[in-house]
């Protein structure tokens, strides 16, 4: 049974650095892209970020490139997202997903279709 634990969500003011954490169970980790999406509200749902451990290959959103740092704790099964320089347009829901593939940038593909298992979303709110 797959599971993605999601955390490390908050209120932080623009300028300010959030990490997320997923923690993944229950798959074979090298077969999945493991990502990060964000649903502001009326927004549809956008792919952040996503990590390939199968070949470290990582994706970006043009809208957080620079600013977003995504990686894995292989021994811990566990992909991070470290946010910096956050500005009020990330305010969102944040969504760890796994795709099943083997390129980061499947996190793109349109109304996130190669996402098979969601983790619980953590809010992030960034206050100007």
């Known amino acids: 049974d797959v599971q993605l634990q999601a955390s490390g969500g908050g209120l932080v003011q623009a300028g300010g650095s959030l990490r997320l954490s997923c923690a993944a169970s229950?798959?074979?980790?090298?077969?999945?892209?493991i990502g990060w999406y964000r649903q502001a509200p009326g927004k549809e749902r956008e792919g952040v970020s996503g990590?390939?451990?199968?070949?470290?290959?990582?994706y970006y959103a043009a809208s957080v490139k620079g600013r977003f740092t995504i990686s894995s704790d292989n021994a811990k099964n566990t992909v991070y997202l470290q946010m910096n320089n956050l500005k009020p347009e990330d305010t969102a829901v944040y969504y760890c997903?796994?795709?099943?593939?083997?390129?980061?940038?499947?996190?793109?593909?349109?109304?996130?279709?190669?996402?098979?298992?969601w983790g619980h979303g953590t809010q992030v709110t960034v206050s100007s």
């Open positions: 997903a796994a795709a099943r593939g083997r390129s980061a940038r499947i996190i793109s593909a349109p109304g996130a279709s190669p996402v098979e298992t």
């Open positions: 229950g798959l074979i980790f090298d077969d999945y892209v």
């Open positions: 990590f390939s451990r199968e070949n470290g290959n990582t």
